[in-house]
């Protein structure tokens, strides 16, 4: 069996192509060597370094104002000088780049310089600072300052079907009606109005939202960039997206009525007459709600302060939620008719009686009611006397003891009297 072959290393070393290989090599690692350990003008460039505005306890502090726009992006590079094997291992995080603020004196854009230094680290020693670039900055300071803005909503190209109209739009989000805007004192000043605006361009059928753009508007009526400001809903949370709601409402013509209280009786099952300042009012509303209205009442006109004095009255429109007067009509005038027809007259009451089942030996007049004023047509009082008037009082859940309660003056006499004003009664109880 043939011996196998043996590794010669002196043959190996007599191939000249071999010895030179091993030969560059070795000179290679040699020149590296003597470059990393040796050299001492390497220089090396550092890209990417923050740069920070320390305005704590400066001039911009103190007055109040801030650096306007995102700096985040602006980073500067640092030269430097060294040993190869130091400077080649060096990053962002070996640097600390500031702008100086010696001459910011107020609101203003000034060209800031850069200052670098060294962070401490073990080679802080062994390399040298050459530049950095850039050597400056351009930075805002302004005051900061946050105006209220009610949103005016718009819907392009919104309308309804036959028989039905789109109402104007109205915003979605109750926070988002009055927009809070925060930005620079220079820009805040530009801002006159704040609009939403919807491109609909439809026909509806029905109430429908839609997605909207908000517009900050100058003076001129031109857009403003939304970059220079922050812009929140009343909530204090940031606005993303704007939603406009556009109503489909019907409309209808209804009857509008009176209403009284603490009327006589006669007056309570046929009301007194009187004339109204619009008998009719145009409403709108949701095609549902409208359809189930016939008349729209009024706020009550109280009896007691109906006199010859005081014969009209402005009630309030009475609507059902989500429902509104087309006519921008918000209250009505109500006039009693034939004022003169009535007359008051005033009395002195010493009876009382209370208005539950309690005995009326248990409860005395402590003393009289005097000039009580009542009113009534004129026939009834002329002939109306004292002892057709009394006192009903309510001492419900009242103790024993003395007590000033209100006292409703009643007739008996006539179901076509009230009293005018308002009165109170001493009362003892047993």
């Known amino acids: 069996m043939a011996e196998k072959s043996k590794f010669n290393t002196k043959k190996l070393f007599e191939n000249k192509k071999i010895v030179l290989l091993f030969s560059f090599i070795a000179a290679f690692v040699f020149w590296m060597f003597i470059t990393i350990t040796a050299s001492t003008d390497s220089k090396n460039a550092i890209s990417g370094v923050s740069i920070s505005i320390p305005t704590e306890n400066t001039v911009v502090s103190n007055l109040g104002l801030d650096v306007i726009g995102n700096l985040e992006d602006v980073k500067a590079t640092v030269n430097v000088s060294g040993p190869a094997y130091v400077v080649s291992g060096l990053t962002v995080d070996d640097f600390l780049v500031t702008a100086s603020?010696?001459?910011?004196?107020?609101?203003?854009?000034?060209?800031?310089?850069?200052?670098?230094?060294?962070?401490?680290?073990?080679?802080?020693?062994?390399?040298?600072?050459?530049?950095?670039?850039?050597?400056?900055?351009?930075?805002t300071f302004d005051y900061i300052d946050?105006?209220?803005?009610?949103?005016?909503?718009?819907?392009?190209?919104?309308?309804?079907?036959?028989?039905?109209?789109?109402?104007?739009?109205?915003?979605?989000?109750?926070?988002?009606?009055?927009?809070?805007?925060?930005?620079?004192?220079?820009?805040?000043e530009k801002i006159?109005?704040?609009?939403?605006?919807?491109?609909?361009?439809?026909?509806?059928?029905?109430?429908?939202?839609?997605?909207?753009?908000?517009?900050?508007?100058?003076?001129?009526?031109?857009?403003?960039?939304?970059?220079?400001?922050?812009i929140m809903g009343s909530d204090g949370q940031p606005v993303g997206d704007m939603q406009l709601t556009v109503p489909i409402f019907k409309r209808k013509l209804v009857e509008v009525k009176a209403q009284f209280k603490n009327a006589p009786a006669?007056?309570?099952?046929?009301?007194?007459?009187?004339?109204?300042?619009e008998k009719t009012i145009l409403i709108s509303g949701p095609p549902e709600t409208v359809n189930s209205i016939s008349s729209v009442p009024l706020s009550e006109i109280d009896f007691d302060s109906i006199s010859p004095e005081n014969s009209a009255f402005d009630a309030a429109l009475i609507l059902p939620e989500g429902v509104k007067c087309a006519d921008n009509i918000s209250s009505v005038k109500v006039t009693i008719n034939n004022i003169t027809d009535y007359k008051t007259k005033s009395f002195t009451i010493t009876i009382?009686?209370?208005?539950?089942?309690?005995?009326?030996?248990?409860?005395?007049?402590?003393?009289?009611?005097?000039?009580?004023?009542?009113?009534?047509?004129?026939?009834?009082?002329?002939?109306?006397?004292?002892?057709?008037?009394?006192?009903?009082?309510?001492i419900t859940g009242k103790?024993?003891?003395?007590?000033?309660?209100?006292a409703r003056i009643r007739c008996r006499s006539s179901n076509e009297v009230w009293q005018v004003g308002s009165y109170t009664a001493?009362?003892?109880?047993?």
């Open 399 to 406: 103790q024993s003891g003395q007590h000033t309660v209100t």
């Open 426 to 430: 001493s009362v003892d109880i047993s």
């Open 266 to 277: 006669k007056y309570v099952s046929s009301p007194i007459p009187h004339s109204l300042s």
């Open 352 to 394: 009382v009686s209370p208005n539950k089942t309690e005995n009326l030996s248990d409860v005395s007049l402590s003393r009289s009611i005097r000039n009580v004023t009542v009113m009534g047509p004129t026939y009834v009082i002329n002939k109306l006397s004292a002892s057709d008037l009394y006192a009903e009082i309510d």
């Open 146 to 188: 946050t105006k209220l803005f009610t949103v005016i909503p718009k819907a392009d190209g919104a309308s309804a079907v036959e028989g039905l109209t789109a109402e104007d739009p109205v915003v979605a989000n109750a926070n988002h009606s009055v927009l809070s805007i925060k930005g620079p004192r220079s820009e805040i």
């Open 192 to 230: 006159t109005s704040v609009t939403a605006t919807a491109k609909v361009d439809a026909v509806l059928e029905k109430t429908q939202s839609f997605a909207a753009v908000i517009n900050l508007l100058d003076k001129d009526g031109k857009t403003l960039s939304a970059d220079n400001y922050t």
């Open 101 to 139: 603020l010696s001459n910011v004196t107020n609101a203003g854009t000034y060209d800031l310089k850069l200052n670098v230094t060294k962070r401490t680290t073990a080679t802080s020693n062994e390399y040298e600072i050459s530049s950095v670039s850039p050597s400056s900055i351009s930075v």
